[in-house]
């Protein structure tokens, strides 16, 4: 089957899914009035504010034991089942109800919920997601460095952050932890850690629907089904698919681009011989096939280029030429290239749980793979400058975590180790096309008049990672008293990378030979006017990257309970981010051999101070928490640009900054005063500023190309401005000064074809102040302060909930990002977010 045909049967498969789901729903509703449902919702906590009240394997022998208390939320951060108020460190929790209610279906709608995570994605493989500002450097994507927060999903390591993109399938609960991570399981992460824990198997038979529909053509359906196989095996599998339009109109292609188009499917099976021993088997299948992903025009500044390379000119050059819209949100584009966004991950792991004595040993064996087949119009026009720039990617990882957690009176820990390997192959190429003249060379060169000149030149890219990491760590809780608790951890960490980065560009000489651009001057072409005109936008590199490092991270936490439902808790956490390579090629020298010194990027050292308190009252019908916290990070991992003395084209890659600082303040509150009302309310404070960064990417309003402009020299416009500044002092990207959640349900008792239940509204809403969008701040590229706002109303009762919803409801204006285009020709290009969305939605179990 070609794969088109693959593609076209696909969506088609997704179309009969959710017409099965369509129907089954709308028997499920036809039999509410029966005694079908057997499993009965608590109408109180069935939709409830972000701390939500869940539950965890084995909650039932925990709370016989007393080890957590009826209705309290219940967690597995530290790999043991808590009270999540029990819990000396900064994290939400965010139940599976919750996230339908909310239609918080990935990790992107889950930052409306969080005031401090963030989510940045103009692609799935150009995502980041950074808690409280720090994760990944804005603006690059590159397969050699480590992301800062970790996802786990059941306590398998996602490397990938291209899994943020995809939805969530059959999720019991979200933990967002905050702050470095990494003395107690898996990965070492220096901003935090996302723990996606799934439904399990149930020994007793039950399932649960979701279907929704709303303008945009959005159609979603969801489905799981649980039961038991045998007295000592049962399994679940589950299913979800979302559809829904493009918001953005390309006028070339006549297509709706940005669209949604996902699938996802997830098995598991738990094998439970005794009561000691527990062997979850899963694996999970997820496809993303949209018409994405384009960002379109924003705006147009002005740079230090000369006035005839800068936007306005340069589109003058082609006669009849103009934007479909100088307003993006207009939501029109004239992209010309092919846009695709094909995304597969999927995997499969082994859990095993045995219970030794007064602990538990763990075994997390696990596989991953994740295919990338992406197709680009790169840039942001609507003239053939790039035809394409496509960078399709296979990996495959390979986890091993074994750990063993201890619990006996005055003491308990955790200590394990971890081992991960990771191969990721990246087949590449790059083509400009018969506009590439005009708009890459100076127009001062009769060269730019020549189409042929730059047309057809084309870069296949062979790029290769071999990352292998091996740790062992460990973590102490000393009960020192009745009320203070001593917890050190420690963890000792071995990290190794190979990578091989083979760039072949080909172009077409002045005889009309096809020839290999390179820097090499024994090359017969290395003068022919066409050849030195195309090697200074674009030549061949080849070059083998390589790093090795230890490094020891150590953490201390010191909690004290001031009365039975108040904690106190301060950490101090000395961690690392890992170093890594350069695999997006590097700067080139005079005598054209690589940079290799820019190769390597140093690891990143963090020290992060922390101090929280934890509370219950009003008969713990009340949750506030506030947390100061008070990050440090030396070498932080960021973008730059070339500064190679006598390198001819500038070009980005990642390098260590000095010195980056983060601090401020969280605060969660939650209240439940009756059965019939709960509110809650999240917010966060954030200081943050590159302490310095003193040869950082200039923004465009101070960049024009040039390298010979000494840092802080003043520029003009056709000189050589600098192609770094000094950015010290200036704000982090991607970090708002304050940030918002709040929201609220009401409910009534209520009388529906004759079936009890309940009629309720709810309202969510979210606002963070003003952020800078490039790695550098810009006049350009900072995004204004928006706030969403969120409604529903509906009706539930046993096993059954309907219920209406409108998202971004006064239809704000706003973009999720802005993006300074390839050349600094001042055209600033968007990634818009979603418009006004409604609709409705239909759930049942039994």
């Known amino acids: 089957m070609s794969g088109h045909g693959a593609a076209d049967a696909l969506r088609q498969g997704r179309s009969t899914l959710r ?72 994290m939400s929790v965010i139940g599976g109800d919750t996230l339908d209610a909310q239609g918080a279906y990935n990790i992107s709608r889950l930052t409306q919920l969080q005031p401090t995570l963030q989510f940045f994605s103009t ?100 489905v799981s089904v649980s039961g038991p196989l045998s007295d000592t095996v049962a399994a679940r599998l589950s299913l979800s698919t979302t559809d829904r339009r493009g918001t953005i109109y390309n006028v070339t292609s006549g297509n709706w681009i940005n669209s949604q188009d996902t699938l996802g499917v997830r098995g598991a099976v738990l094998w439970k011989p005794s009561d000691d021993l527990r062997v979850t088997l899963a694996g999970d299948f997820n496809v993303q096939d949209p ?198 951890g420690l963890r000792v960490n071995y990290d190794k990378k190979d990578g091989r980065y083979n760039s072949v560009v080909t172009g077409t000489a002045s005889d009309g030979t096809r020839q290999l651009i390179t820097n090499d001057t024994t090359n017969p072409y290395y003068n022919d006017p066409w050849t030195a005109a195309q090697r200074g936008t674009q030549s061949s590199q080849f070059f083998e990257p390589k790093f090795s490092d230890w490094n020891v991270s ?22 690392f981010k890992t170093g890594g390579i350069n695999l997006n090629g590097v700067p080139s020298r005079p005598d054209g051999t690589p940079a290799l010194e820019v190769a390597q990027i140093k690891p990143e050292k963090v020290d ?51 010195k980056v600082r983060v601090r401020g303040v969280e605060a969660d509150f939650s209240v439940r005063p009756s059965e019939r009302l709960s509110a809650y309310l999240n917010g966060a404070f954030t200081d943050h500023e590159f302490v310095k960064f003193v040869d950082a990417p200039c923004p465009p309003e101070l960049a024009g190309g040039g390298t010979g402009t000494p840092i802080g020299a003043p520029a003009t416009p056709g000189t050589n401005s600098p192609a770094n500044c000094d950015v010290s002092g200036q704000w982090l990207p991607g970090i708002s000064k304050w940030a918002f959640s709040w929201g609220a349900e009401y409910n009534l008792p209520a009388n529906v074809l004759g079936r009890e239940g309940q009629a309720y509204v709810g309202y969510d809403a979210s606002y963070r102040s003003k952020f800078s969008s490039n790695a550098s701040r810009s006049i350009y590229t900072d995004i204004s302060g928006y706030s969403l706002h969120n409604f529903r109303a509906g009706f539930r009762t046993e096993g059954f909930d309907i219920f209406g919803w409108v998202r971004n409801a006064f239809d704000q204006d706003y973009f999720e990002s802005l993006a300074v285009t390839p050349g600094n020709t001042g055209l600033i290009s968007a990634q818009l977010a979603d418009p006004r969305t409604w609709g409705g939605t239909v759930s049942f179990s039994f």
């Open 123 to 222: 692609n799935p493989r150009n995502t980041f997601i950074n808690i409280r500002g720090i994760g990944a450097p804005f603006g690059l994507t590159n397969d050699g460095f480590e992301q800062g927060v970790g996802i786990y999903v059941d306590q398998v390591y996602y490397n990938r952050i291209a899994s943020a993109t995809l939805d969530f399938v059959d999720v019991e609960r979200i933990e967002v932890l905050r702050g470095p991570q990494g003395t107690l399981y898996g990965k070492n992460t220096t901003a935090g850690a996302i723990n996606i824990t799934t439904r399990a198997p149930s020994f007793e038979f039950e399932g649960r629907a979701e279907v929704s529909a709303g303008n945009y053509n959005f159609k979603q359906g969801k």
């Open 608 to 658: 992060h101070f922390e101090l929280g308190l934890k509370t219950q009252f009003w008969d713990r019908r009340a949750t506030f928490n506030v947390t100061g916290f008070w990050t440090q990070i030396k070498d932080f991992q960021a973008s730059v640009i070339s500064n190679i003395s006598g390198s001819n084209v500038l070009r980005g890659y990642l390098a260590n900054a000095g």
């Open 291 to 488: 018409i994405c992903c384009g960002q379109i025009y924003a705006r147009v500044g002005t740079t230090q280029r000369a006035l005839n390379r800068q936007y306005a000119a340069l589109t003058a050059l082609f006669p009849g030429y103009q934007v479909p819209s100088t307003n993006p949100f207009d939501r029109l584009t004239d992209l010309d290239a092919e846009l695709a966004a094909r995304n597969e991950l999927g995997g499969a792991s082994m859990r095993v749980e045995w219970d030794l004595g007064p602990g538990t040993l763990t075994s997390v064996t696990a596989w991953r793979y994740w295919d990338w087949g992406p197709k680009n119009d790169r840039d942001f026009t609507g003239l053939p400058i790039y035809t394409k720039v496509n960078n399709p990617t296979h990996q495959d990882q390979y986890t091993q975590e074994l750990r063993y957690a201890y619990d006996a009176g005055k003491l308990d820990f955790v200590v394990g180790a971890f081992a991960f390997y990771q191969k990721n192959h990246t087949t590449g190429i790059q083509e400009t096309g018969p506009a590439a003249s005009a708009w890459l060379l100076a127009p001062s060169s009769a060269l730019s008049r020549n189409p042929a000149v730059l047309n057809g030149i084309t870069a296949e890219n062979d790029i290769l990672l071999k990352n292998l990491s091996l740790a062992a760590f460990g973590k102490l809780n000393w009960h020192a008293t009745e009320r203070l608790t001593i917890s050190p």
């Open 19 to 90: 017409s099965v789901l369509v129907a089954g729903t709308a028997l499920a509703t036809f039999l509410a009035g029966g005694s079908a449902f057997a499993q009965t919702v608590d109408p109180v906590s069935a939709i409830e504010p972000p701390a939500a009240e869940v539950t965890a394997p084995d909650v039932e022998e925990e709370q016989a034991a007393g080890a957590v208390r009826s209705g309290d939320i219940v967690v597995t951060a530290r790999r043991r089942v808590e009270n999540v108020q029990d819990v000396p460190i900064a």
């Open 554 to 575: 150590y953490d201390l936490n010191l909690s004290y309970d001031v009365a039975p439902d108040v904690m106190t808790y301060a950490t101090y956490a000395r961690s």
